[in-house]
């Protein structure tokens, strides 16, 4: 068994099992795919001491200085459950059996698309999902965000800063967003904001985004935008569907965690977008696992060995 298993293999867990091993006790990662959303990723600006990165060299950079450390990585492994004990197990899909005193939930978030024909043909050529990693790409241009709840008209609101012109498109026949945030965006100039509007369509030259096309719901007529980019912004969803009944989880899935990264259940720790912590960044992912780590060593030297 291991001291310190950590499931996930993406920022949060790679810091995770580093902290880990330079204490010396044995640990492992287990990953359905080592390196996380950082994979999907094209250009990183905002890695802090690094002007200019790329998803999969980062991801590299990752998995080279775990690997360093002499860490256990089990990749390509996709944990199903987790049962809590002395030596807590996680259950993989293939069967078998990893058993450790502590564990780190590193299982990271998939952004939820809407599924329309260029969605997957534009990602990362004007398709986006975070304001904060990508609005700048998009200085001096025309966007789009799709999706009025808190999260859209936030980035809705962030990207007018940084854009020439925002159309926000809602679904609904009305924003879902809070108040105090909708009187916001209806103060800014540079913003137009669509309701009963279904995006059916984000179009493109061959090779980047040129426009979005949405359906009014009420009349039935399909409108074009021109616009280079396209902010999709229709939820988070943490990867915790293996964990049901077993770790607290908010109604939207994210594990509950407190300020050092301690779970409901004792020697069950989680770090990084999986869990309540708030923006989800590269750098808040490693922080977080960073703690969570040393949390769980924190823990491992409370308890005696069963
Ligand atoms: P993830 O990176 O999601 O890693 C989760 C890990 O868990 C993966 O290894 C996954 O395979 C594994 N896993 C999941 N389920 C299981 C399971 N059941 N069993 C075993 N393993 C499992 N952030 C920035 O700071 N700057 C940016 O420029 C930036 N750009 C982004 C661009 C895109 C397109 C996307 C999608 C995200 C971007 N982000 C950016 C966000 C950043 O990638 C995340 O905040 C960060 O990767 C979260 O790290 P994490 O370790 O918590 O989770």
């Not at 069967?95 to 952004?111: C, E, F, M, N, S």
């Not at 020439?164 to 540079?190: G, M, W, Y």
Request: one cysteine or more; aromatic letters at 6%.
């Amino acid at each position: 068994p291991y001291d310190m298993l950590i499931v996930g293999g993406g920022p949060a867990g790679a810091a995770a099992a580093i902290y880990a091993a330079r204490k010396g006790i044995r640990t492992g990662v287990v990953a359905e795919r080592f390196g996380g959303q950082v994979l999907d990723t094209l250009a990183i600006e905002n890695f802090i001491s690094v002007e200019h990165t790329e998803g999969p060299k980062l991801a590299a950079d990752l998995e080279r200085h775990v690997r360093s450390y002499g860490v256990d990585i089990i990749n390509e492994q996709r944990a199903e459950a987790l049962v809590p004990g002395d030596y807590s197990e996680i259950r993989l899909a293939d069967g078998g059996v990893l058993r450790a005193r502590a564990i780190v939930l590193a299982t990271g978030a998939r952004w939820r698309e809407i599924n329309v024909p260029g969605e997957q043909e534009y990602r990362n050529r004007g398709v986006a999902y975070c304001p904060h990693c990508d609005g700048p790409l998009f200085k001096g241009k025309r966007v789009a965000v799709i999706g009025g709840g808190n999260s859209g008209v936030e980035a809705a609101i962030d990207l007018a800063g940084i854009v020439e012109h925002v159309t926000l498109i809602e679904f609904a026949d009305q924003l879902r967003a809070d108040a105090v945030l909708q009187d916001k965006l209806a103060s800014l100039p540079n913003v137009r904001v669509v309701t009963s509007a279904q995006t059916t369509e984000i179009t493109g030259d061959g090779n980047k985004v040129n426009g979005l096309v949405y359906k009014d719901r009420a009349t039935g007529a399909s409108h074009t935008v021109e616009l280079a980019g396209v902010f999709v912004q229709i939820g988070l969803v943490p990867n915790t569907g293996f964990l049901k009944d077993t770790v607290e989880l908010t109604p939207y899935g994210e594990i509950v965690t407190n300020a050092r990264g301690e779970t409901s259940v004792p020697g069950v720790f989680a770090a990084g977008d999986v869990t309540t912590v708030p923006y989800k960044q590269i750098v808040v992912a490693m922080g977080e696992g960073t703690k969570a780590a040393l949390s769980a060593f924190d823990y491992l030297i409370r308890t005696p060995a069963p």
